[in-house]
């Protein structure tokens, strides 16, 4: 069983920065893909990033290339999303989640095991 609790969400305004971490506990943290997803309402939950167990591989959704930017610290066990010039089109609620094995990245939820509780982040023109 793998747990993870996001945190750093909240209120910023547009063209400000945020930093989101997400702690893990449980199984092999540095065996397992790690990524952030996001849902904002009436939308469906999309890939906003995800990183390879080693680190050696990231993805990013088109929106948010050049923005935001995902890493992860095996020796705490977290994996943090740091977003710069955030804009209304970011405010959603973002999850941490995690697959095993930790070579592959895919997009679609259904392909990750666990998940956070999600951390709300709006953005305010």
């Known amino acids: 069983q793998v747990q993870l609790v996001e945190s750093g969400g909240g209120l910023v305004q547009s063209g400000g920065s945020l930093r989101l971490s997400c702690a893990a506990s449980?199984?092999?943290?540095?065996?397992?893909?790690m990524a952030w997803f996001r849902q904002a309402p009436g939308k469906e939950r999309e890939l906003v990033a995800a990183?390879?167990?080693?680190?050696?591989?990231?993805v990013y959704a088109d929106s948010v290339k050049g923005r935001f930017s995902i890493s992860r610290d095996h020796h705490a066990s977290t994996v943090d999303l740091q977003m710069s010039s955030l804009n209304p089109d970011d405010t959603a609620v973002y999850y941490c989640?995690?697959?095993?094995?930790?070579?592959?990245?895919?997009?679609?939820?259904?392909?990750?095991?666990?998940w956070g509780q999600g951390t709300q982040v709006t953005v305010s023109s």
């Open positions: 989640a995690t697959r095993f094995p930790g070579h592959e990245l895919p997009s679609t939820p259904h392909e990750y095991t666990y």
């Open positions: 449980g199984r092999i943290f540095s065996s397992y893909t």
């Open positions: 990183i390879s167990w080693n680190g050696g591989r990231t």
